[in-house]
C-alpha cells in the first residue's frame, strides 16, 4: 500500500472517529447511557489511532521533533482510553453487579489516577498534535483549532452539560474536517 493511500484511509478513519466521539460523547453526557456510550467510544479510539497515524504521515516532514512528541502522546492518549472503554463496555457491567463496592473502592483508590491519565494524555496529545498542525500548515488550520477548542471546552465544561457537548461537537467536527482533508489530498 502506498503513503498517499494509507493517508487517504486514514482520513477516513478520522471522519468515523469524529462521528463516533460526537455520538458516543453526547449519549454519555444527555442521555446517561455509558454501556452504549462506552462501546462508541472504543470504537472510535480505534479509528481515532487510524486517524493519527495517516495525519502524522501526511506532514511528518513539516511536523519536526514536536510533532512525532504530540502524536506519540496523542496516540498513547488513544490507547489508554481504548482501554478504559473496553472495561467500561464489557468488564464493569459484569462486576457491577456482584462486586459494586470492590468497584468504588478500585475507582477511587490506587487505580484510581488511570481515567485521568488516559483522558489527559487524550486531551494533551491532542492539542499538542493540533498546534503541530497548525505550524506545519499542510492539513487545515482551522479544524486544528477546531480540536484544541473542543479538547479545552470538554474540560471547561466538566459539569456543565452544554458546555461540554459543545467541545465534543466541535472536537468532533476538527475530526471530520481533517479526515475530508486527508481523503480528497493524501499527498503533496
Do not use: C, H
Not at 444527555?30 to 495517516?54: R, V
Not at 506519540?72 to 467500561?88: F, R, T
Amino acid at each position: 500500500m502506498s503513503n498517499s493511500m494509507l493517508v487517504r484511509w486514514s482520513g477516513a478513519a478520522s471522519v468515523v472517529f469524529g462521528v463516533l466521539v460526537f455520538v458516543s460523547g453526547a449519549l454519555r453526557i444527555a442521555a446517561g447511557s455509558k454501556p452504549l456510550a462506552a462501546g462508541l467510544s472504543f470504537a472510535a479510539m480505534f479509528f481515532g489511532a487510524l486517524a493519527l497515524i495517516g495525519m502524522f504521515a501526511r506532514q511528518n516532514a513539516r511536523a519536526g521533533a514536536l510533532g512525532l512528541i504530540g502524536f506519540v502522546v496523542a496516540l498513547i492518549g488513544v490507547m489508554l482510553s481504548a482501554a478504559q472503554m473496553y472495561a467500561l463496555t464489557f468488564i464493569t457491567p459484569t462486576l457491577e453487579e456482584k462486586f459494586r463496592d470492590a468497584l468504588a473502592q478500585v475507582n477511587s483508590g490506587p487505580l484510581g489516577f488511570l481515567f485521568p491519565l488516559g483522558y489527559g494524555s487524550f486531551l494533551f496529545g491532542f492539542i499538542l498534535f493540533s498546534l503541530v498542525i497548525i505550524r506545519a500548515k499542510v492539513l487545515p488550520r482551522w479544524a486544528a483549532i477546531a480540536l484544541i477548542a473542543g479538547a479545552v471546552l470538554n474540560v471547561a465544561g466538566i459539569g456543565e452539560v452544554i458546555v461540554r457537548l459543545a467541545g465534543i461537537l466541535i472536537f468532533g467536527a476538527g475530526a471530520v474536517w481533517i479526515g475530508v482533508a486527508l481523503w480528497k489530498n493524501p499527498s503533496e
